[in-house]
């Protein structure tokens, strides 16, 4: 089915993820989205909360079954498919910042959930799970994030609409998708450089469970894992948090 071609729309839910992962079990199809206006419990990684307020956000899940067993570079193609869909919408530099942040002037403007889950080494379906600010004003985030995000509306200067948004993004998923499917590994890794929100050689931190390890970023392996040049030598990481070392 493409990717897209069924929405099933909520206004409330608990999140999109858990949802999109209960149907999954129940057989439903690759490319099936679930939608909602709201989410009491949305999800962010790490166990986060994903602040959800209602009408303000995007709250997307989409149901994948990919053939592909490795799906360690999926992460990055589907950034890279949620950052292309909202740099050409609204003519906006947009940045990656890895594994899983979309960035504008510095601030996040959206973040991507995926959760699999395998039949011994083949995988029986991935959701895809994003969230976007579209149109909140400062006031609408809590206190803690308003220093650290920004909305579609408040990058663009107008009223985002959610169906146009979605219209450019399922074409996007499509090609990424296709790309990941067919083993276009290097095509994603650089790509994913290209629009990193810092490049290669800058000095950075990575935060792992509360643990900072300095270095200078030298990139991404061919799984997806970050490059890290440290004193005591190279470290790849496939999780943390990263930052710019002040
Ligand atoms: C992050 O921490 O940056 C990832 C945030 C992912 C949030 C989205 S909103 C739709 C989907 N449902 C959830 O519960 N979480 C994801």
Redesign the pocket.
């Known amino acids: 089915m493409k990717i897209g071609g069924k929405i099933i729309h909520f206004s409330s839910l608990?999140?999109?993820?858990?949802v999109?992962r209960e149907l999954s079990l129940r057989g439903e199809e690759e490319g099936t989205v679930i939608l909602?206006d709201e989410?009491t419990?949305?999800?962010?990684?790490?166990g986060?909360a994903?602040y959800?307020a209602p009408s303000l956000?995007?709250?997307?899940?989409l149901i994948l079954r990919p053939s592909r067993p490795d799906l360690s570079l999926l992460p990055l193609a589907m950034g890279l498919a949620c950052r292309e869909a909202m740099a050409e919408t609204y003519n906006l530099k947009v940045h990656l910042k890895w594994p899983?942040?979309l960035i504008i002037d510095q601030k996040?403007v959206?973040?991507?959930?995926i959760e699999s889950s395998f039949s011994g080494s083949r995988p029986l379906y991935a959701?895809l799970?994003?969230?976007l600010n579209l149109n909140h004003e400062t006031e609408d985030f809590p206190e803690e994030l308003r220093e650290k995000a920004i909305s579609l509306r408040q990058a663009c200067g107008r009223k985002i609409n959610r169906e146009d948004i979605l219209n450019q993004l399922w074409p996007k998923i499509d090609f990424w998708y296709g790309m990941f499917l067919a083993g276009q590994d290097e095509r994603i890794i650089q790509s994913f450089e290209e629009h990193h929100l810092f490049p290669r050689g800058e000095k950075i931190l990575v935060d792992l469970n509360g643990q900072e390890i300095a270095g200078l970023f030298d990139g991404f392996s061919r799984n997806g894992a970050l490059i890290l040049l440290t004193s005591q030598g190279r470290h790849e990481f496939t999780t943390g948090e990263v930052s710019l070392k002040k």
């Not at 608990?14 to 858990?18: A, E, K, P, Q």
């Not at 419990?41 to 790490?46: L, P």
């Not at 956000?57 to 899940?61: F, I």
């Open positions: 608990s999140s999109t993820n858990d999109a909602a989410q419990k949305g999800r962010g990684t790490k986060r994903w959800s956000g995007l709250y997307v899940s899983n942040d996040k959206g973040g991507l959930l959701i799970g994003f969230g």
